[in-house]
């Protein structure tokens, strides 16, 4: 259950930031979006990006919840295997990224962003994708 409690932790604070960011928060916004080598944002961040990108991690977080029984989700187990793996791949693939702005091989490194990634964001991102890997291919979390 350790590695249920510390995904699920990480979920819920990081959908917590970003419903926040979405209702207009401004704690950490200076570092929540991949920057250019000049400072200014590769991306630009509206509000409902950011709800959105919270719900989703609030949905990963009912996932988990569902997986192993904490709460009743009326899909078969096997679906919420799948989708389990689908979203380990998907986290695995943002931690592990050799994309120009996000991912431990990112190739700007010099930003307040990047800093942020590869010490924060993207070690997070690794975790739960392990994570994700292991409670989608074990059998004796029910």
Do not use: N
């Not at 970003?18 to 991949?34: E, T």
């Not at 709460?71 to 979203?87: C, G, N, S, T, Y």
């Not at 986290?91 to 592990?96: G, V």
């Amino acid at each position: 259950m350790a590695v249920v409690a510390l995904c699920s932790a990480i979920l819920l604070f990081a959908a917590g930031f970003h419903l926040y960011w979405g209702l207009g928060g401004h704690i950490g916004v200076g570092v929540s979006l991949p920057q250019r080598e000049d400072g200014s944002t590769a991306m630009k961040a509206t509000a409902f990006g950011a709800t959105i990108v919270g719900l989703i991690l609030a949905l990963v977080l009912l996932l988990i919840l569902g997986l192993v029984g904490v709460i009743r989700l009326p899909v078969p187990q096997e679906w919420l295997k799948a989708a389990m793996l689908f979203w380990a791949v998907v986290f695995s693939a943002r931690a592990l990224s050799w994309s120009r702005y996000v991912g431990l091989f990112k190739k700007v490194r010099t930003t307040r962003f990047a800093s942020y990634d590869t010490l924060l964001f993207s070690p997070l991102c690794l975790v739960l994708g392990i994570g994700f890997f292991y409670l989608g291919l074990t059998d004796h979390l029910q």
